[in-house]
């Protein structure tokens, strides 16, 4: 029991120095390890409700995406880049051509 006490306050000391001040104020009334993370996990990427809410945003965007006048193929790559980063980062899966065939379709005749 009492080496167990010790690897949880090592990794705790861990997480404690890795993080920023305003982050360790936060988890402060944190007693373990597992707390630290678990409400680290949550701030980060909040709930189930909130992932949703930001998955239905950013879909939502890639669906609408086009390009803007007079933008250079550069910066529609990098929006495009962007919003599909965001998708993936919450789960969302894109086909092999799924992004090659947005990017075309959304190119003006200039």
Wanted: charged share 30%.
């Amino acid at each position: 029991d009492f080496k167990k006490m010790t690897i949880d306050n090592k990794a705790l000391n861990i997480l404690l120095v890795s993080l920023d001040k305003a982050k360790c104020n936060l988890v402060r009334r944190c007693t373990s390890t597992h707390e630290v993370w678990k409400f680290l996990i949550l701030t980060h990427e909040g709930t189930e409700h909130v992932k949703k809410a930001k998955l239905a945003l950013i879909n939502k965007d890639y669906e609408l995406f086009k390009m803007q006048p007079n933008e250079s193929i550069k910066n529609l790559y990098n929006r495009l880049l962007d919003i599909t980063n965001a998708l993936l980062g919450l789960g969302k899966v894109f086909g092999k051509d799924g992004i090659v065939r947005k990017l075309l379709g959304c190119l003006n005749d200039e």
